[in-house]
């Protein structure tokens, strides 16, 4: 018999509570002293983090990921979900279903850790198995074998298990073997989630009842799959995108990235390598907080073309940090990103680029005036007898 995997809580594939320190929030990066001059001071809003933010969007990212999962190997005819083919033994009439290791097709039949599978209908998948150098939407990282478990619930009499007990299983199951195969390296954060491909109802009827646990990039949505390049071992896993993207937004969140042209949350500036300037251990959020303000405040400014163009937009700088789960697993990287809070816990919406042709929330951009040339604050007099 497998090894009994954990519980939920202790799934990988959910953020862990030490996630972050305990109790505290990211500190709200103090402005230079010129901010009142240049325009809004890069930040971490007291409410609207980018952590907070990222917290959020993994949140909403494993709420939906059963849901994604389960239409990959569930809509449609569950009889043609990978292609079946006839059983190779015959069952005799009223004997149990024979397992031929076959029923879901040789892809899924010859699966293994270090497989990589990829399709092309995400309605009615055939998957294949391709090169893991090649673009694929899946790497296998343990087989399973329900059989093995002590309980008639995945016995040879069993009737098909539904897609809500798949998703249990995923993280029950699954999150564990992701966590074998990678030797604790999955960011909880990052670009992968753990996903499960389970036989289809005629191969359940068969007497399949092997799943494939293993890896896949999706959107925070859950439901589109990303084309993954190379093993997820030899990647960076940090959740970032090219300058010039914007995201989407749904309840005041960044969803997926959008035209810019259509309403969004945020437009990325640019990418920091967190290992240039803290190339060892793991520096804490305000360490990484301190590098960040000025940094992303400066590729902004670059971005849009000068400080004035940043100031103009009326836009702050915003980007998230390296929690330290993730920064075990080799995360390095975040975005710099600039928008608008509109609210505790909620950006504003944005069309058009803040390169130009930019709106907020239907109205085009507001600079304050600049102060007049001069000094702010007269010299103080001298005293009576000075």
């Known amino acids: 018999m497998p090894p009994v995997a954990p519980p939920p809580g202790e799934s990988p594939a959910a953020e862990p509570a030490g996630a972050e320190p305990t109790g505290t929030e990211p500190p709200q990066t103090e402005p230079p002293a010129d901010s009142p001059a240049d325009g809004p ?29 389960i239409t990959l190997v569930s809509t449609g005819n569950l009889d043609s979900v990978f292609g079946s083919s006839e059983p190779s033994v015959a069952a005799n009439a009223g004997d149990a279903p024979v397992k031929t290791g076959s029923s879901e097709g040789p892809a899924f039949a010859d699966a293994k850790a270090g497989t990589c599978l990829t399709w ?23 087989r399973v074998d329900l059989s093995n478990f002590p309980s008639s619930e995945f016995g040879p ?31 909880p954060s990052g670009r ?7 036989p289809g109802g005629k191969g359940w009827s068969q007497g399949e009842r092997t799943v494939l646990c293993g890896l896949q990039e999706t959107g925070v949505d859950g439901t ?50 967190l290992a240039t300037q803290f190339p060892g ?23 849009l073309g000068g400080a004035d163009a940043l100031r103009n937009s009326t836009l702050t700088v915003y980007w998230s940090t390296q929690a330290l789960p993730s920064w075990l697993a080799g995360s390095r990287k975040v975005d710099c990103t600039i928008g608008f809070g509109e609210t505790e816990g909620a950006y504003a919406v944005l069309t058009g680029t803040a390169k130009g042709g930019l709106m907020i929330d239907g109205k085009a951009p507001a600079p304050k005036p600049l102060p ?14 000075e």
């Open 157 to 187: 009499h069993a009737q098909v298990t539904e897609a809500q007990r798949y998703a249990t299983l995923r993280d029950s199951v699954c999150a564990p073997a992701v966590g074998r195969y990678l030797g604790g390296g999955l960011d």
């Open 281 to 303: 251990e793991w520096p804490p959020l305000d360490k990484q907080d301190e590098f960040l303000g000025q940094t992303c405040r400066k590729i902004s400014e670059d971005y």
């Open 224 to 273: 589109s799959f990303r084309p993954i390049t190379g093993t997820v071992a030899g990647q960076d896993q940090s959740r970032v995108h090219p300058p010039g993207t914007c995201l989407g937004i749904e309840n005041g969140l960044p969803t997926d990235p959008v035209d810019c042209a259509t309403d969004h949350s945020v437009e990325v500036t640019g990418q920091v390598d």
């Open 41 to 69: 001071a890069p930040q971490h809003h007291p409410h609207l983090t980018a952590q907070n933010m990222r917290r959020s969007l993994i949140l909403v990212a494993l709420g939906s990921l059963a849901a994604a999962v």
């Open 120 to 142: 092309d209908d995400q309605q009615n998948p055939e998957i294949a198995q391709v090169d893991c150098a090649q673009p694929h939407l899946f790497e296998v990282a343990e």
């Open 192 to 198: 992968f989630t753990v996903g499960l491909i389970h």
């Open 372 to 385: 007049p040339p001069g000094r702010a604050v007269a010299p103080p007099l001298p005293s009576v007898g």
